[in-house]
Nanobody, 119 residues
Framework: QVQLVESGGGFAQAGGSLRLSCAAS????????MGWYRQAPGNQRDMVAL???????NYADSVKGRFAISRDNAKNTVYLQMNSLKPDDTAVYYC?????????????WGQGTQVTVSS
């Protein structure tokens, strides 16, 4: 099992910045992709940003140029720097870690951290 602990959510004004962190512990060997998803009330959970163990990144179009994902493999920690925040970024942000074992993908999720952006 992998445990993911998120931190760094909170309140920001439009145009402001927040930084999220997510630390993985437990049986974290073999995790390849880590990333962030978000879910606003009444909406599905959507991908925000992903990063592979080699540093390849992928962003949702809505956050490109504003958010930056990074990863410290030695600490099993992933970060999300969020700049130029908009009210539409308000959501619960979930950390995700994924690994594939014998062609089966396993996903692990954090408990979620609230991000609220006021206009």
């Amino acid at each position: 099992q992998v445990q993911l602990v998120e931190s760094g959510g909170g309140f920001a004004q439009a145009g402001g910045s927040l930084r999220l962190s997510c630390a993985a512990s437990g049986s974290s060997f073999g995790i390849n992709t880590m990333g962030w998803y978000r879910q606003a009330p009444g909406n599905q959970r959507d991908m925000v940003a992903l990063i592979s163990s080699r540093g390849t990144t992928n962003y949702a179009d809505s956050v490109k140029g504003r958010f930056a994902i990074s990863r410290d493999n030695a600490k099993n920690t992933v970060y999300l720097q969020m700049n130029s925040l908009k009210p539409d970024d308000t959501a619960v942000y979930y950390c995700n870690a994924a690994r594939t074992v014998l062609a089966t993908r396993y996903d692990y999720w954090g408990q979620g951290t609230q991000v609220t952006v006021s206009s």
